[in-house]
């Protein structure tokens, strides 16, 4: 038996292909960017709204726990394929739900989609990603996730105008989910074979005792923390940088959506490879340092040109802090909790995304401008940079 994690190819087809597929699953998330916005024009009452943004996230969150150790090799392409018919008709409801009680039911069914098809999907990616090369791999699945963020807001303002309303892209991006289904189809075989030649401990679900140990491992502990700390910041600029820019009337969204993770993009395919010939931890808290610093300026920015070269500040800061975060921990993790925990960042990723907008809407609701958030984004940040500092130190120790 073999283990896939140890060869030293990366670039094969089986890796691509769920990369693709991985673009999907977040093309039918980032359309969501002015979802608070759209249900305003709907005619939902403004005290359910922020509740029904963070409900699709918050559900993936609450699932996610019973979910991942649940799916492993062995079960990943029969969810997989579920999960993506499941996505197609929770995307294409948009056009006929209207009240409240439907909206939390949809945006339910949408989250376990969501949550199902992610961790299908890394269950099996990780088995393509060699150890020697975890920097240059989760730069390419880095990437695959920001892919949507950059493309989908600037193309749904393109599309908005010749549309009906919002609901029709975001029924029309379950396109990409059933393109996937077809993708899927042809991988499927060619799955099978490669797994079925794995290591029959890589391939079965992990023990209980086994995750209980995970959590008493620092490294991973820390690590998991850091991330929670920053996707709550990064899903404060995604949820709330439209009404910055509107509070401060300077740039728009699309371009700023457009400028970071174009910027984001470049900076994990151009350094994926020199990731791996560093130093991670120090990298990633560099990473974190500018990111602080892009944070607290962003408020500030008093011109359309500073605006938009901020947008690149974070869009480098991400493209260096993501990759990295996932990589440290898929190289402290033992092999058969590699695909446990890389899941679990998606876990503090939902935490994040659903969080944010209550603690935003509630903070807005004091009277606190939208620039607050971003400061209190910085201080999340700093936190993690603390957190980071303390794992090197440990390292040090051992």
């Known amino acids: 038996m073999r283990d896939l994690t140890e060869s030293p190819k990366l670039f094969s087809f089986e890796f691509l292909a769920l990369c693709l597929i991985l673009v999907a699953a977040f093309a039918n998330v980032s359309v969501f960017y002015g979802f608070y916005h759209y249900l305003g024009i709907i005619g939902i009452p403004v005290a359910w709204r922020g509740f029904l943004v963070g409900l699709e996230p918050m559900a993936a969150f609450a699932l996610r726990l019973f979910v991942i150790p649940w799916i492993h090799t062995r079960n990943a392409i029969a969810v997989l394929t579920a999960s993506l018919i499941l996505m197609i008709i929770a995307s294409c409801s948009y056009l006929w739900v209207f009240t409240v009680p439907l909206m939390i039911v949809l945006r339910i069914v949408h989250g376990a989609a969501f949550v199902l098809l992610t961790s299908a999907v890394i269950a099996l990616i990780v088995q393509f990603i060699p150890k020697e090369k975890s920097g240059q791999g989760f730069s390419i699945v880095s ?11 600037t193309l749904t303002e393109t599309l908005l105008p010749r549309v009906q309303s ?10 990409f989910s059933v393109m996937s289904i077809f993708l899927l189809a042809a991988l499927k075989k060619r799955l099978a074979n490669v797994l079925g030649s794995m290591d029959a401990a890589l391939a079965r679900r992990p023990r209980m005792d086994e995750i209980r140990e995970n959590f008493r491992q620092r490294a991973v ?3 998991l923390g850091t991330a929670f700390l920053v996707y709550l910041a990064h899903a404060a600029v995604f949820y709330f940088t439209k009404d910055l820019s509107l509070q401060t009337a300077i740039g728009d969204m699309g371009p700023f959506f457009t400028i970071s993770m174009v910027t984001m993009i470049a900076v994990r395919a151009l350094g994926s490879a020199i990731f791996d010939r560093t130093n991670k931890l120090y990298v990633f808290q560099a990473g974190l340092v500018f990111l602080i610093l892009c944070l607290v300026l962003l408020p500030q920015a008093d011109t359309r040109l500073s605006f938009y070269l901020l947008a690149s500040l974070y869009g480098f800061c991400m493209g260096i802090v993501l990759p990295l975060l996932s990589a440290v921990l898929f190289s402290v993790s033992p092999p058969p909790l590699r695909g446990l925990n890389t899941n679990l960042t998606l876990f503090t990723m939902d935490a994040g995304y659903f969080i944010m907008p209550y603690l935003g809407g509630i903070i ?3 009277g606190a401008g939208f620039d607050i958030l971003f400061y209190i984004s910085a201080g999340f940040i700093l936190l993690s940079l603390s957190l980071v500092v303390l794992l090197t130190r440990l390292q040090r120790k051992e």
């Open 143 to 153: 990437i695959s996730t920001m892919i949507p963020y950059a493309v989908i807001p």
């Open 364 to 366: 807005i609701a004091f």
């Open 166 to 175: 919002e609901a029709v892209i975001y029924a029309g991006v379950s396109v």
């Open 221 to 223: 502990v820390l690590l």
